[in-house]
């Protein structure tokens, strides 16, 4: 709901509730969250969505990363897999959302009282599309807030307005330049999957009172948090004067985004380190791909600042877990600082780790494919491949289509669509 009345006073808060209702009229992906309808009262615009129960990306990794996301790297896989095929389609028809952070990302299924927590317990993503096939995807996450999104022509892409999150905004979003926002978005993406493999944002290591060491590698705060950890809450403000949406943070005084908030000084040096492209990872971190990485016994090891921050090196190591060559190296390719260097969001599809992951090395038939599985071109179009083995006892991982091969053609063909009728100026206004 948005109260009608500041509407009248912001040109720019009515423009965002009326281009979401149109966008979303116009398009239809799982995982790309359904309108019912919109109607409006003499107090309120409404939009009537689809329930999605799960709760916010940002929620499970804000309180749950440590033991449900870090001992879960087939998780990450599968919802970056989902993301990506709906950031991707959604380029494809010349759609950019420009605001793609974890709180606009929704949970299907409330995974932190999910039991067993396994693939086999996630929605089915890639029923076979087929006309006698009665079956549709269930998603796991959801995208949603589109009122910051538009139509673009591909011919002149490039935009002026700066909006967004400044934790998830490109280096040329934050130099005031003319952005693609189809890069844009592939940027934040990455911000997400970094988030989502290290419990923290990138680019907001040395804050104050974070901690945290030069050489890239992090100590624990007197707060008990790592640089750039995300806490909650952490939460949107509406569209301010200027149309853009900004953060504000009731986390612990000098810890994480509320110190880049808060402070002008740890904004401006954010905002250079994003600028430079001056991605940083936490230590210690997994270069050996050991499925067992902080599961081992080592409370002896414990250093006295990490003792008393309550996180030992076990529990850095654990945290830390996901943090591999090949994570990084996916991680890389979408936060690179020049934006023709960038990944598109398909070209995710040809990384190791998302097809494969990180740990499957330590045991035979890793690249095994489940049964009904169609290999194009020595790469599996319906991806389910082993992961890791410890965790999982050899159950099959289930990822989206490769959308860019044919039987991805396919299953956008049947479950995706964008309507054909012609579009409100409001949808392609920048």
């Not at 001056?278 to 006295?304: A, I, K, V």
């Not at 529990?315 to 020049?338: C, E, H, W």
């Not at 082993?386 to 091969?405: F, Q, T, W």
Request: one cysteine or more; hydrophobic letters at 35%.
């Amino acid at each position: 709901m948005l109260e009608r009345e500041p509407c009248r006073n912001n040109q720019r808060m009515k423009v965002s509730w009326v281009r979401e209702v149109e966008v979303l009229k116009h398009i239809s992906h799982p995982s790309l969250i359904h309108l019912l309808r919109s109607f409006c009262t003499p107090t309120y615009n409404i939009l009537v969505l689809e329930c999605v129960p799960g709760g916010e990306l940002f929620d499970l990794v804000a309180q749950s990363h440590l033991d449900v996301i870090a001992p879960r790297e087939w998780l990450v896989r599968r919802i970056v897999g989902e993301l990506a095929s709906a950031i991707g389609w959604m380029h494809r028809v010349n759609l950019v959302h420009r605001d793609i952070k974890l709180e606009n990302i929704i949970l299907t299924k409330d995974l932190r009282t999910r039991t067993p927590l396994d693939p086999a317990s996630l929605p089915l993503y890639a029923p076979a599309a087929s006309a006698s096939s009665s079956a549709y995807p269930e998603p796991l996450v959801k995208l949603t807030d589109f009122g910051l999104s538009r139509f673009i022509d591909p011919d002149t892409p490039h935009l002026e307005t700066r909006c967004g999150s400044e934790e998830y905004a490109a280096p040329e979003l934050i130099m005031g330049r003319r952005y693609d926002g189809r890069q844009t978005d592939a940027w934040a993406l990455g911000v997400v999957v970094y988030a989502l493999l290290t419990g923290s944002l990138p680019f907001l290591e040395d804050l104050p009172g974070s901690g945290t060491m030069n050489s890239g590698g992090m100590e624990a705060s007197g707060s008990g948090r790592s640089s750039g950890q995300i806490s909650a809450p952490l939460r949107e403000t509406s569209a301010n004067a200027n149309g853009t949406r900004t953060v504000e943070s009731a986390s612990a005084p000098g810890s994480g985004a509320e110190a880049v908030v808060r402070d002008p000084r740890a904004r401006k040096a954010h905002l250079l380190r994003i600028a430079k492209g001056d991605l940083r990872w936490p230590s210690p971190r997994n270069e050996l791909c050991q499925d067992d990485f902080g599961r081992e016994d080592t409370e002896s090891m414990q250093d006295s600042a990490s003792a008393a921050a309550g996180l030992g090196i076990q529990g850095q190591k654990t945290r830390n877990r996901l943090i591999t060559p090949q994570a990084q190296a996916f991680v890389s390719r979408l936060l690179k600082r020049d934006p023709t260097k960038r990944a598109t969001v398909w070209q995710v599809w040809d990384e190791e780790w998302l097809l494969t992951g990180s740990f499957g090395s330590a045991q035979s038939n890793t690249t095994e494919s489940a049964p009904g599985a169609v290999d194009v071109g020595q790469r599996l179009s319906r991806t389910q491949l082993v992961a890791e083995s410890s965790a999982l006892d050899g159950n099959l991982l289930e990822l989206p289509v490769d959308p860019r091969s044919e039987q991805g053609r396919e299953w956008l063909d049947a479950y995706t669509m964008l309507r054909t009728e012609p579009l409100s100026a409001v949808a392609r206004d920048d």
